[in-house]
Structures are given as structure tokens and as C-alpha cells.
């Protein structure tokens, strides 16, 4: 199962941006598809994440600005950004788990993007 991440770049603080990241593959059914990002030198942390059912979890930080969603049909799920901080610079990278067509378990990672916010 591979994973496209998009959407990345720069923007101005209080300005707002959407990322994307498309499943692909020989997929069965996704449960969890969550977005984390990472600092150089530091862990990786969760962003947001959102289940099969569509709960949604939030980092403390990100709470109120930030909005995941999914698209079923198309594999897809989405980080909309909004007021965003110069603190929310980092790569972001999109994860999602499921099940294959052959019906084993997967845990895929996207490649990544960068998200820049400064003036």
C-alpha cells in the first residue's frame, strides 16, 4: 500500500493550508488514517487522527484550528489548517492502517511534506 502526500508549502501565520493523502493499492478497508509531523531532532507526534467510524482525536496543540476528514471512496483524508503558527512548522507525513486484499494487516507512511509558516 503506498501513500501520496500533497499540499505542503509555505504560509503566512494566520493563514491556512490543506494537505492530502491518497491510499493506493491492493486495499480491503482502512480503519485509521491520521496525519502526525516531526521537527528535525525531535519525535514524531500525532496531529490528527480519525477511524473507519469517523472519531477524530487532536493534539492539544492543534485543537480548533485544525480539521481531518476522509474520503472513503477515494481513500483520501484530508488536514485542513487553519490560524496557523509559526510553531506549526514541521514535515508532516500521513498514516494510514488497514487490511489488504489478501487480508493481512498494513501500517503505511506517506513520504512526507513540509508545512512552513512565517511572514
Known amino acids: 500500500v503506498q501513500l501520496q502526500a500533497c499540499g505542503g508549502g509555505l504560509v503566512q501565520p494566520g493563514g491556512s493550508l490543506t494537505l492530502s493523502c491518497a491510499a493506493s493499492g491492493t486495499i480491503f478497508s482502512i480503519n485509521t488514517m491520521g496525519w502526525y509531523r516531526q521537527a528535525p531532532g525531535k519525535q514524531r507526534e500525532l496531529v490528527a487522527a480519525i477511524t473507519s467510524g469517523g472519531s477524530t482525536s487532536y493534539a492539544e496543540s492543534v485543537k480548533g484550528r485544525f480539521s481531518i476528514s476522509r474520503d472513503n471512496a477515494k481513500n483520501i483524508v484530508y488536514l485542513q489548517m487553519n490560524s496557523l503558527k509559526p510553531e506549526d512548522t514541521d514535515v508532516y507525513y500521513c498514516?494510514?492502517?488497514?487490511?489488504?486484499?489478501?487480508?493481512?494487516?498494513?501500517?503505511?507512511w506517506g513520504q512526507g511534506t513540509q508545512l512552513t509558516v512565517s511572514s
Open positions: 498514516y494510514v492502517d488497514g487490511r489488504t486484499a489478501w487480508r493481512r494487516d498494513f501500517g503505511s
